[in-house]
């Protein structure tokens, strides 16, 4: 006997049914649609809490910050727009505009804060 993952009722009919009826499928479908929906929101609220704080503290547009001042306002660096390597082979993350780069400077973890200008736009790394 077949049980429905909707409320777990018998599922009678041909032998591929899953559901027991029309409304428990159409239950399941919604609910695995707001799963879905509610992880793009999470990614997108993320991204723009990150560059909130990056905005905050990069007024300049270049600017060196310890990683705890802005992890303890809620950035998360896995959470990034794209990416965008220099001559260098140093690889910035960014979001939307405003990018980071993770550096040691005198034995302390920071981050170097950048706006993105024009001509990065020639070099964008996306499969690196």
Same mark, same amino acid.
């Given at each position: 006997m077949r049980t429905c993952p909707v409320c777990r009722g018998a599922v009678k009919g041909r032998v591929d049914k899953i559901y027991c009826s029309v409304q428990c499928k159409s239950v399941d479908q919604y609910e695995k649609k707001l799963k879905s929906e509610k992880f793009y929101f999470q990614v997108d609220k993320q991204l723009k809490i990150n560059r909130k704080i990056l905005k905050k503290y990069n007024v300049s547009g270049l600017t060196t910050i310890r990683r705890e001042t802005l992890h303890n306002e809620g950035f998360n660096p896995h959470f990034f727009t794209h990416i965008w390597k220099n001559d260098k082979g140093d690889? %910035?993350?960014?979001? %939307?505009?405003?990018?980071?780069?993770?550096? /040691?400077?005198? *034995? +302390?973890?920071? %981050?170097? =804060?950048? /706006?993105?200008? $024009? %001509?990065?736009? $020639? +070099? =964008?790394?996306? *499969? /690196?």
């Open positions: 690889v %910035y993350l960014f979001c %939307y505009d405003v990018g980071f780069l993770g550096i /040691t400077h005198n *034995n +302390k973890q920071k %981050y170097l =804060l950048v /706006t993105w200008q $024009e %001509y990065m736009g $020639e +070099k =964008l790394a996306l *499969n /690196t």
